[in-house]
């Protein structure tokens, strides 16, 4: 047997999180992941790592910094791929 477990990390001077609004996550099969707007306007799809919702916005882990763009649509962003 195994178990999951996350443990809340807001420790002094922790880094501040990162949200995405939920409408911008794509899931496909094992895959999460959002599309990122490259400074050319290019959609890439990134493998992102989720936590916990936040009203209609969702903490994004690992696989986006700060500062970057991502598409709210993946579906218009797919096609445009």
């Given at each position: ?22 409408s911008a996550v794509l899931r496909r099969a094992e895959m ?34 700060a500062g970057e763009r991502v598409a709210v649509d993946p ?7």
């Amino acid at each position: 047997m195994f178990a999951r477990v996350w443990l809340p990390t807001a420790a002094a001077g922790a880094p501040s999180r990162l949200y995405v609004p939920a409408s911008a996550v794509l899931r496909r099969a094992e895959m999460t992941g959002v599309y990122v707007v490259d400074a050319k306007g290019a959609a890439v799809l990134r493998q992102v790592r989720l936590g916990r919702a936040q009203g209609s916005d969702v903490d994004v882990l690992s696989g986006v910094s700060a500062g970057e763009r991502v598409a709210v649509d993946p579906q218009a962003a797919a096609r445009a791929d």
